[in-house]
C-alpha cells in the first residue's frame, strides 16, 4: 500500500504492508515522521486523513483527547486498508545518515529477575543484531495483551545480540502484569524500534546530567554504559541523580558504584530517597555513591547550584518527575531546552 504524507514542507511516499502501522512504516523507511512516546499516549504523531481508509487499533487510547479537527487520527495507532494520502501540521525530513533506522522483529524474553518487590529485569535475546544509539527505547508487545509499551534499552553495545530492560510494576496495566506473572521465560515478543531523540554520543563535547526516577534509569545505565566505553569522563564531567522512595526501592547501586570508580574525579552519582531519611549504613554498604533525602529533581538542583555551564540533561521517569526536573531546568537553570532530553513514552 502506497502512502502519501503531506508535511508543511514538503511531500513524503512510503510504502505499508497489510497490519503494519502508519508511524512504524514510515519510520522503517527512513522519514522522521513526528512521535515521542509511538505508544498511543503522548498524542505527537496525529495527523488528518486527506484520503482512503484506515483502521483505528485503539479508539482507547490516551493520546486521543489531543485530536480536535474532523478526520484526524494516531498514526501509531492505525493501519491502512488500502492506498492513502494524509497530512501532518509538522515540518518533516528524512533522518540523518547514519541514524540507527527502527523496524519490526522478534525476541525471545530470557532471564526475568526481580530487582525489587515491583521492578523486574530481563533481556531479550534477539534474532540479528542489532543497532541503537545509548538513550534509545523499544516498543515491545507481549503475548495475549494488544498494543505497544515502549521500555529503554539498559545496555549499550553496537551489534548488540541482547537488549536489556527494567519495567516498574503497574497495577492493572496488562504488560505489566504479564512481565510480573512468574511464567515468561522464553516466551516471544514483538518489538519495533529503536526509537527515541533522547540520545548520547561521544562527540557531544559537553558535561552531562541525568536525573532519573525508579525505572526510569534504565536509559540512563546506557548513556553511562557508553560514557564510560568512550572514556567521555575523562574530559567531561557527569552528574547523576536517581530518585527512589526509600533504599528498599533501590537498585543497580552495585552497576552504579562501578561507574563511580572507573571515573571518580569527574563522575559523581547521588541516590535520593524521597519518603525516608537516608540510612547510616547506605554509605557504608556503597561508599563511592552520595545519598540525599528528598524528591530526585529537589536533591539535583541543592547539588548542581552553579553548575550548569556547559550542560547537556537527560530526564527519564515518570512524567510528574520528568514534568518537575524541566520546570527546575529551565527556570533555575536556565538551560535551553534543546539542551534538556527526554521522551514521552511512560
Known sequence: MKIQ???????YQFAAAGG?????????????????????????CKARLVSGDIDDLWPAAPG???LKHPGE???????????????????????????????????ILRSPRLLTDDVIAFSIELAAPREFDAGQF???QVPGVPGYRGYSMANFERGAKKLDFVVKKKPGGGASEWLFNGNIEGREVDLFGPLGSATFFPALAKNILCIAGGSGIAGIMSILERACQEHYFDQYSGDVFFGVRTMKDAFYLDELSRYRNKFPQKLQITVALS??????????????LAFDKGLVHEVAARHM?????????????PPPAVDA????????????ADNIRYDKFS
Open 64 to 66: 486521543r483527547k489531543y
Open 73 to 107: 487520527f494516531l498514526m501509531c495507532q492505525s493501519e491502512a486498508r488500502g492506498d492513502c494520502s494524509l497530512e501532518v501540521a509538522n515540518f518533516v525530513y528524512n533522518m540523518d545518515p547514519g541514524a540507527c533506522l527502527p523496524a519490526a522483529g522478534r525476541g
Open 275 to 288: 519518603d525516608e531519611e537516608v540510612p547510616a549504613a547506605a554509605a557504608q554498604r556503597y561508599p563511592a
Open 325 to 336: 526536573a524541566i520546570r527546575v531546568l529551565l527556570l533555575e537553570a536556565k538551560l535551553t
Open 20 to 44: 503494519e502501522r502508519i508511524l512504524y512504516a514510515g519510520l522503517a523507511s527512513g522519514i522522521n515522521l513526528p512521535y515521542e512516546c509511538g505508544s498511543g499516549t503522548c498524542g505527537t
Open 305 to 317: 547550584k552553579g553548575k550548569y555551564q556547559n550542560v547537556r540533561a537527560y530526564l527519564a521517569g
Open 5 to 11: 504524507l503531506n508535511a508543511r514542507n514538503r511531500a
Open 138 to 140: 523499544m516498543v515491545m
